[in-house]
């Protein structure tokens, strides 16, 4: 059991239940950086921008290509749950095409990242048509698409923390169409546990001032487990996206690099 430690809770939306389970390892999930990414190509010397992609969609596996860095970068099999290394980019400017195993353009964006920065480019989406494409498929059921219209798919951008005053910081999202994810302390001295985090689709929260060595009870459709994080070597902070794979909530552990 962990101290409940001081933090504060940024959450980008909204906020609902209660288990009636006892906590259970959640399966997958990786606590090491760096296991199951994709090889870097050379980095560029001197690089303004890094960018570490990781792919929380809810489909299988997609292609991914990009235009505008200093080489040409192509992931052909990119499958969900796995990320890049932290690419250098020689520009801030990118264009992003991800494309389905049938070759079916899924999404197109041109990103302009901050100059000198580090961050995550973050892949959500069920590439279903009966949402909008621009948002993951709300609680209740998706909004009434439009037939023939574009795959459920977004890009979206997460500033690395890199150094900060306080120990971690680590970020929970919800990337699952249809689930909300419930975040909570876990029990201990006979104290309940408390809620830290209630995320509808496509949402987050960034709990701050955490420790090294970390369990946090996670809630999806009544269900509750334990998720541990346990870091090795020197600290650092990371983001935990949650998808469905195979139409079961998962997730996976990515830890930023200097």
């Not at 279903?128 to 037939?147: F, K, M, N, V």
């Not at 935990?240 to 552990?253: C, K, N, V």
Request: aromatic content about 6%.
């Amino acid at each position: 059991m962990i101290t409940l430690p001081s933090l504060l809770v940024l959450a980008q939306a909204m906020a609902m239940p209660s288990p009636a389970t006892s906590p259970t390892p959640l399966p997958h999930g990786h606590t090491t950086p760096g296991h199951h990414r994709h090889a870097s190509p050379t980095p560029a010397p001197s690089p303004a921008v890094r960018v570490t992609i990781v792919n929380a969609t809810s489909a299988p596996t997609i292609a991914l290509a990009t235009r505008g860095t200093n080489y040409p970068v192509a992931y052909p099999d990119f499958p969900q749950g796995e990320w890049t290394a932290n690419q250098s980019l020689s520009t801030p400017e990118v264009h992003y095409m991800a494309r389905g195993t049938n070759g079916e353009i899924l999404a197109s964006q041109t990103i302009r990242f901050k100059p000198v920065s580090s961050q995550y480019l973050l892949l959500t989406g069920d590439l279903s048509r009966s949402a909008h494409p621009d948002q993951l498929p709300r609680i209740g059921g998706p909004e009434p698409g439009t037939p023939g219209g574009a795959p459920n798919f977004q890009f979206r951008v997460i500033p690395y923390t890199l150094v900060c005053g306080d120990p971690c910081h680590y970020r929970f999202i919800n990337a699952m169409p249809g689930k909300i994810l419930i975040v909570r302390s876990i029990p201990q001295d006979k104290k309940p546990s408390q809620q830290l985090a209630y995320l509808t689709p496509g949402n987050s929260a960034l709990l701050v001032r955490q420790p090294e060595s970390a369990d946090y009870e996670i809630e999806i459709d009544g269900h509750v487990n334990t998720l541990s994080i346990r870091q090795e070597g020197a600290l650092g902070n990371c983001i935990i996206p949650f998808f469905l794979r195979g139409g079961t909530p998962d997730y996976i552990r990515v830890f930023e690099e200097p």
